[in-house]
């Protein structure tokens, strides 16, 4: 429904609404680029686009947030400004121009969590979060990294009115429940539109499912290498927990062993001094 291609306003409308000013896409680029790996992912979208500006715009929807989100973000915001240098020199040694840093645009990484990673659960109420580098004192530098993250999980348990446009879009990407669906096109009936492209779509489960079936099962495989990271995390928890209530439970030993020998002592002393009497009281 994205797609920037077939449907360049819908992403020109979401984008101007995350970003606070108007939007114009000039083109659609391959997400292929110098990542760090060439790993699956759990991914529901990845798109990234040249905006009329000169700026790149990367959106992902991630079904489940990945580990160290903050770390995977300035990998991929890096990789989008040293691909937009790239793109800027090479167009300038085609026209036979001086290339000048001013030339590089901003960078936008916008990232949409369906199960948002933990870190995000700390802020409950809040499903914006915008950020972008500045100095602490005041030094204004345009840096051109931007980022955006939006748990989507968060969105819906806080945000239950669609008071504004950009709630619409979260709540057409987040939910398939129907009250809501409905609170969305009554907000906003253009959005019919696309909710029976969805449909339309979904009724023919057997192309679907033929389209998908790659996708899958390399859903499948890193849903499965996921979960074992968590799983090897929580174990490596377990183990410290463990291995603390054994050093607690081996303390506990000693003391009592310690306190045992002591009462075992102090019997022994108490029995020699009552055979001790005996022995007076018999020869008195």
Known sequence: MFDPLQ?????EDFLSLCLGEEVKILSALPTESSRLTDEGSLLVMDL?????SGALA????????????????????????????????????????????QQIQKVYTIVLFQHSPKEF???????????????DTGLELDLLQEYLMIPLDIFLKSQHNISKKLDAWLMLIASDNMEQIRNVINAYPEFGEIYYQVFQFCRKVEELMNMYSDALRILDANTVKYMIEQQAEEIEQQKEKIDQLDQEMQSKEAAYRTTLSEKEQEIERLTALLEARDDNVKNT
């Open 58 to 101: 990367k959106v992902e929807i991630q079904r489940v947030g990945y580990l160290f989100p903050g770390q995977r973000c300035a990998c991929y915001s890096s990789d989008l400004v040293m691909r937009q240098y790239s793109m800027v020199r090479s167009q300038c040694r085609k026209e036979n121009r001086a290339f000048s840093y």
């Open 121 to 135: 659960r700390q802020f409950p109420g809040e499903y914006l979060h915008h950020a972008r580098q500045q100095f």
């Open 48 to 52: 990234l686009v040249r905006l009329q």
């Open 7 to 11: 449907y360049p306003g819908r992403l």
